[in-house]
């Protein structure tokens, strides 16, 4: 072996050593971080409807480590509220989430409603739409979520945050600056929910936490990327130099050969293509996911890891071939695959299983988290602003891989989930 070749071994094993051991570390968490909101960084304070002519009277209690708001919604307000205020412009100047992937809140709320629903608001100041002398125009990135009282630690998804249309409209935000943004993190507002009525209501924060990478895995796989290419590079000019003589030599035969490989290299990677997504929604088909679903199966007996299925069937969707023809059908089957993708976790794979349905798998995760998940997606899709003003929603059939149970018996269950959903009124979700 010449000594080309034994440099692009040498470079080969320390390169894929590298590659082998950061991946690792990132999947054993090293890279991972949190940072707690607390008195240490944070300013808390009450506030409610009194500022906007209501009669509400709210005082906040903080015991050094949980903060607790007691209110008494009264009848005067217009839109009656009280809620906890965290302050971090003071404290921290603004806080960057960019790198964070989700919110953990540990919140007790007492109300007269069983699963009254508490509104979180991480609110971003940016000078395109905010202005520091209207706190109204921090940009509102919101979620409701009914806590409880006494279920601990609830993590969502900082994608799971959605813009308020009425805060859209009123500042006339251009629409490259609707989206919901976490760059700039002033306030964090934890608020009664929309249908209160006159009555006691408290709402005691025990913990608020955010949790990211240091490196993300896009930003690792980049990184590794880029090392190999970098270093391919290299060997290939170097390679190149040593052969340029011989390929000049080779003529007119060269130039063919090379220019049919790189087309059928080209066509190679097209037939892949067409094997394994589909070209309508592009999701996964059939037949990307059979060997792996195999793989996964066997691999989360054998560690006794979770996996879920959720199973996804739009609604009526003869309703929307007859009224806007096969291709308006075409058309809500691609923004419907397109919605799932954005909405699927890094670890999830989407699967167009057949016609209007489909299939998310969901590794590591339990019969509770991929319920509360298809629940997620379900008011998505419910609430999503369709082509055409079509109003669509789903049924979804939950099911949890049970030990020793066939893959064909797993998707049955599913399968069966879907069908009591639709069976008890569609756009609902159940477990199987």
């Known amino acids: 072996m010449d000594n080309l070749g034994r440099r692009v071994r040498l470079a080969a094993y320390i390169l894929l050593t590298f590659s082998s051991l950061t991946t690792l570390f990132h999947i054993l968490g090293g890279f991972e971080k949190e940072l707690t909101i607390d008195a240490r960084n944070a300013v808390y304070s009450s506030i409610d409807d009194s500022s906007q002519g209501g009669d509400t009277q709210s005082d906040i209690d903080f015991n050094g480590k949980a903060v607790k708001l007691n209110c008494d919604i009264g009848t005067q307000g217009k839109w009656p509220f009280c809620e906890i205020s965290i302050d971090l412009a003071g404290t921290m100047g603004g806080l960057d989430l960019s790198s964070f992937h989700s919110i953990g809140i540990d919140v007790d709320y007492y109300s007269l409603m069983d699963g009254e629903r508490l509104r979180v608001y991480l609110r971003n100041f940016d000078s395109v739409y905010s202005t520091a002398d209207d706190p109204v125009s921090y940009k509102f990135n919101a979620i409701e979520f009914s ?27 251009p629409i490259e600056h609707s989206g919901p943004k976490f760059d700039n993190i002033v306030q964090i507002e934890i608020a009664t929910g929309s249908h209160i009525r006159p009555a006691h209501y408290s709402i005691k924060l025990n913990r608020l936490v955010f949790y990211g990478h240091w490196l993300s895995e896009s930003a690792l796989l980049r990184t590794n990327i880029l090392m190999w290419v970098l270093a391919a590079i290299y060997f290939l000019v170097a390679e190149r130099r040593r052969l340029a003589e011989r390929v000049r030599q080779m003529g007119a035969q060269a130039d063919y050969l090379k220019q049919a490989n790189k087309q059928l290299y080209q066509q190679s990677l097209a037939l892949e293509a067409l094997a394994f997504t589909d070209n309508l929604t592009g999701t996964q ?30 609604d009526y969707f003869k309703r929307i071939n007859d009224s806007l023809g096969h291709h308006g059908g075409d058309e809500v089957l691609k923004e419907f695959g397109r919605v799932l993708n954005l909405r699927a976790r890094k670890t999830d794979v989407v699967v167009r299983w057949g016609g209007e349905e489909f299939i998310i798998f969901c590794p590591a995760t339990n019969l509770r988290g991929a319920k509360e998940f298809a629940e997620m997606v379900r008011e998505i899709v419910e ?41 008890q009124g569609r756009n609902r979700v159940e477990v199987l």
């Open 147 to 173: 806590p409880g009282l006494g279920n601990g630690m609830k993590v969502i998804p900082l994608k799971a945050f959605q813009v308020l249309s009425w805060w859209i409209a009123d500042y006339q935000v």
């Open 285 to 314: 088909n059939r037949n990307a996911v059979d060997r792996w679903l195999r793989d996964i199966v066997d691999f989360s007996q054998r560690n006794c890891h979770a996996l879920s299925m959720v199973y996804i069937d739009i």
């Open 383 to 423: 609430s999503y602003q369709w082509t055409n003003g079509l109003r669509i929603t789903c049924s979804v059939g939950v099911a949890e891989h049970r030990p020793g149970e066939e893959i064909e018996a797993f998707i049955h269950r599913a399968d069966n989930a879907l069908y009591r959903a639709k069976q």
